[in-house]
């Protein structure tokens, strides 16, 4: 190809052309599988637009098919926050739970329910964002409101378009999916680690997790990884009334939907349909762990609502899980990042759906009381939602009477300190501040945003503290050394010095963040927040008693015997005494402790935010409420007072009308924030 250097405007519509007729091409490939030119001819496409691209590289945008590998490795993943938070579907394994979800559905509305019945794809969850239909960002679903950005990596999936068909494109989406690795890609690249002496990956789910999350993009490219994109969230109010056309418009604009999807008018249909997969998932090239039967009508879900973990309109079922046998060798008790103590039962080798499995849980010491295990004991076991192997029951015609039973250790066996079980919980649990199985888990709770808010303080940083024994209890944060953090991977002066400034800054936190960083079980910031109502200071918490704090409004029996026994240990009250020396707020503010008392007016009181305001972000508000006794909810319900409506309410403040609810204005609320203050 010649062009004359003046002629740009040929030059540049050429380029786009070739760019166009590429993403076509790619989008009849790898997301129809209906091609329509040769590989020969693709292939010369694409030539010809490398060509013109480094003839003139300026060019090359973001969002040419060139550009999908072509970055360095990176030192670390960096985290982003979703749009809309990527819940967990509540499970249900049988028929019957299936039912029983349509009849909850059915007390709450009153309109004929269609669902839509989707394969559950077992991948990675992904989130996608676009800006006027040019992919910018991709993150992992992480704990669901905060991922690790991975676009650099996703960039080289195929089936991820880096360009969106149509013009008509909302300014900004993101878009929902799995991705996963097909199951003939799979058995190739272990087949080729086998041959190079590496580690095999135990399932297809594994190897997309590990390809997706490698620190070099060009590792990834040549993993064969794909996509199903399933849910979109739009930045402004959408057009769409069901969920079948929100699938039809993400195959309209490029992504790769799955095609096993069905329309079921009633949950009968959708349980046949269920039922159908149990035995036609083996024929296809890419694992499945269930189904997933959603609500079609996007107006009936907004009225359905969600709770903190999972959307009231949606639920996955899990299907029924291979059983083998095998023999228990021993039971060993593991400590969980968050001090459960959970009992292992250790088999001898079998292989179950997939993989090789050498352990399976056994829950708790109820669990191998009910079932009667025993160590020795011939069981039958399966992988429970085909992921985690658990023992189903003891063969007991194979006892020998050389079987012995299980006791649950009295000390924490990584720690040493006491272990206890409150009333009414099957689990035990090591509550030690210093056990270094949950040193991990403490830390990054102690440096969270509602805790102690140390910027800076990542999952990497803290891993490398633990594993070179800088650290070993939260305490030890505040005595770190700058020569420490200096000879920490990707550590930098400038990063180390902003580091030990937000660990010196968090040492002005108050006394509920400090309440709340302990990680005390079942006391959360708010809970925190409402202990200090009535302890002013760390000391007074510390020798509470259990019949005063039970009398404390919003502190029931759990939560009081808790923090009893927290404060009972003694590794706790060691750590706690070098927090004091190290210069920690143990005082509750006089002036806001006067405060409190004198305009806690909302106490009690259940609010929700929809809608912009004006003066307020949704953080401050909700901080103005909490700090006036009341608590902010994510759905109207018949216990909600009040809700905020600011600019452009949602569907919140149509439900507040239809139950009746108090709906107050921007102004409204200030009138009861300047009482306050007067």
């Known amino acids: 190809m010649v062009y004359r250097s003046n002629d740009q405007t040929n030059i540049i519509k050429k380029i786009e052309e070739l760019r166009e007729k590429i993403r076509h091409h790619n989008y009849r490939y790898y997301v129809l599988d209906d091609p329509t030119v040769s590989d020969a001819e693709y292939d010369r496409f694409m030539r010809d637009l490398i060509e013109l691209e480094e003839k003139y590289p300026q060019y090359v945008n973001v969002y040419s098919p060139t550009q999908r590998v072509g970055v360095e490795p990176v030192s670390q993943f960096s985290t982003v926050k979703h749009i809309a938070p990527m819940l967990s579907l509540a499970n249900a394994f049988s028929t019957e739970e299936l039912r029983a979800f349509d009849q909850r559905i059915k007390k709450l509305v009153s309109q004929k329910i269609n669902y839509v019945v989707e394969l559950k794809i077992d991948g990675l969850a992904v989130a996608l964002v676009y800006e006027n239909g040019i992919f910018i960002r991709g993150a992992t679903r992480g704990d669901g409101a905060i991922g690790e950005d991975i676009t ?19 300014s900004r989406i993101e878009v929902y999916g799995e991705v996963y690795m097909k199951k003939s890609d799979f058995k190739k690249l272990n087949e080729e680690r086998m041959k190079k002496g590496e580690n095999l990956f135990a399932n297809p789910r594994n190897a997309a997790a590990g390809s997706a999350r490698q620190l070099d993009p060009r590792i990834t490219a040549q993993r064969h990884l794909d996509t199903f994109i399933y849910r979109i969230t739009f930045s402004q109010e959408n057009k769409f009334k069901t969920h079948i056309e929100i699938l039809d418009y993400l195959k309209k604009i490029g992504f790769k939907v799955n095609p ?3 329309l079921c008018q009633d949950i009968g249909e959708a349980i046949n349909y269920c039922q159908e997969w149990i035995e036609k998932k083996e024929e296809l090239d890419y694992e499945i762990d269930g189904m997933v039967i959603k609500v079609n009508s996007l107006k009936i879900r907004e009225e359905l609502g969600s709770t903190t973990r999972s959307p009231r309109w949606a639920i996955a079922y899990k299907f029924p899980a291979q059983q083998l046998s095998t023999k228990i060798q021993d039971i060993v008790v593991q ?12 088999l001898n080798p079998v292989r179950i759906s997939g993989s090789i499995v050498q352990r399976a849980t056994l829950h708790n010491e109820d669990e191998i009381k009910r079932k009667d295990i025993r160590i020795g004991d011939v069981v039958l076991i399966q ?24 006791i649950m250790p009295q000390q924490c066996p990584v720690c040493g300190a006491k272990v206890f079980r409150l009333e009414n919980e099957v689990a035990s649990r090591c509550n030690s501040l210093g056990c270094s ?48 953090l200096l000879s920490l991977e990707r550590m930098g002066e400038k990063s180390v010095d902003n580091l030990l400034d937000a660990i010196e800054k968090s040492k002005e936190k108050s006394l509920g963040n400090l309440i709340y960083g302990l990680g005390i079980r079942y006391v959360g910031d708010h809970t925190s927040e409402v202990i200090t109502r009535y302890y002013s200071t760390l000391d007074k918490l510390g020798k509470a008693k259990l019949e005063e704090l039970i009398e404390i409004n919003e502190i029931g029996p759990k939560i009081a015997e808790s923090i009893i026994l927290f404060f009972k240990e003694k590794k706790n009250i060691a750590i706690i005494q070098r927090l004091r020396s190290a210069g920690l707020n143990f ?37 103005i409420i909490s700090k006036l006794g009341g ?44 009482k306050t203050v007067s």
């Not at 960039?155 to 008509?168: A, E, M, N």
């Not at 400590?335 to 250790?346: M, N, S």
């Not at 806690?600 to 929809?610: P, S, Y």
């Not at 600011?646 to 200030?670: C, D, R, T, W």
């Open 631 to 674: 608590r902010v909810t994510g759905s109207v319900t018949k216990k909600t007072d009040y809700v905020i409506a600011g600019l452009e309410p949602g569907s919140k403040y149509q439900k507040a009308q239809e139950l009746g609810v108090h709906i107050m204005n921007e102004e409204e609320f200030k009138k009861i924030i300047n």
């Open 587 to 623: 005082k509750q503010e006089e002036e806001k402790t006067s405060e409190e008392k004198g305009a806690r007016i909302l106490t009690g009181k259940q609010f929700v935010l929809t809608g912009t305001l004006k003066d307020f972000t949704r953080s401050q508000a909700q901080e």
């Open 437 to 484: 199985a949950q040193i991990k888990e403490r830390i990054r709770h102690f440096a969270s945003r509602n805790a102690m808010d140390i910027e800076g303080l990542g999952p990497a940083i803290i891993d490398q503290l633990v594993e070179k024994s800088f650290i070993k209890n939260i305490s030890d944060l505040y005595f770190l050394k700058r020569s420490d």
């Open 260 to 262: 096993h999807i069905k």
């Open 335 to 346: 400590v969980g990042r968050t001090g459960t103590l959970t009992p292992v039962a250790i």
């Open 383 to 406: 992988k429970a939602g085909e992921v985690i192997p658990e023992v189903v029951k003891v063969i007991k015609e194979k006892r020998t009477g050389k079987e012995r039973e299980f």
């Open 152 to 170: 650099y990596n996703l960039r080289s999936i195929k089936t991820i378009p880096l360009k969106l068909f149509g013009k008509d494109m909302s």
